[in-house]
C-alpha cells in the first residue's frame, strides 16, 4: 500500500464518517470527533487485512476500536455513545458486498448471491458483536473499578 493510497482512504473514511454525522443532526462540536472514530475504524480494518487477518475478524477488531473510542469520546464530552459509534461504523459496513448479493440475485446467479450475502451477513455480524465485546468490557472495567 502506498503512502497516497492511505492518505486517501484516511481522507475519504473521515469525510465518510463525518457526513453521515451531518446527516444525523450530529452537534457541530461533535462532528470532527464522529470523523476520527470512522477513520480509526477504517484503518485498523485496513491495517489488519494488510497484516493477512481473515476480513471478519478484522471487522470485529476494528468494530472493537471504535466501540472503545466512541466511550471515551463520550465520556470526555459528555455525549451519547450511539453519536460516535454510528458514525464510527459507517466505514465498515459491507454495503457493497449485500449490493453485489442482490445484483446477483437480479442476474440468476444464486450461487454467487447466496455466498456473497453470506459474507454480507457475517461480516455485520462481527459488527455487532465487536460492539458487544466493547460494551462487556467497559462494564467488566467499571466494575472492578467500583470494587476497589
Do not use: K
Not at 17 to 30: D, I, S
Not at 47 to 67: H, K
Not at 79 to 94: D, E, W
Not at 135 to 143: D, H, P, S, T, Y
Amino acid at each position: 500500500m502506498t503512502l497516497l493510497t492511505i492518505v486517501e482512504q484516511v481522507a475519504t473514511s473521515f469525510v465518510a464518517a463525518a457526513g453521515f454525522a451531518v446527516l444525523f443532526n450530529v452537534p457541530a462540536r461533535n462532528i470532527a470527533y464522529c470523523g476520527i472514530a470512522g477513520m480509526a475504524s477504517w484503518m485498523a480494518y485496513r491495517l489488519l487485512l494488510e497484516g493477512g487477518a481473515d476480513p471478519i475478524a478484522a471487522t470485529l477488531a476494528a468494530s472493537f476500536v471504535v466501540s472503545v473510542l466512541s466511550q471515551l469520546f463520550a465520556r470526555t464530552f459528555r455525549t451519547p455513545v450511539i453519536v460516535f459509534l454510528i458514525s464510527g461504523i459507517v466505514p465498515l459496513v459491507p454495503g457493497g458486498v449485500a449490493y453485489d448479493a442482490m445484483r446477483n440475485v437480479v442476474e440468476h446467479q444464486y450461487d454467487l448471491a447466496v455466498q456473497l450475502a453470506f459474507e454480507a451477513f457475517m461480516l455485520s455480524g462481527s459488527i455487532a458483536f465487536g460492539i458487544l465485546f466493547s460494551e462487556v468490557f467497559n462494564q467488566v472495567i467499571r466494575r472492578l473499578r467500583t470494587r476497589s
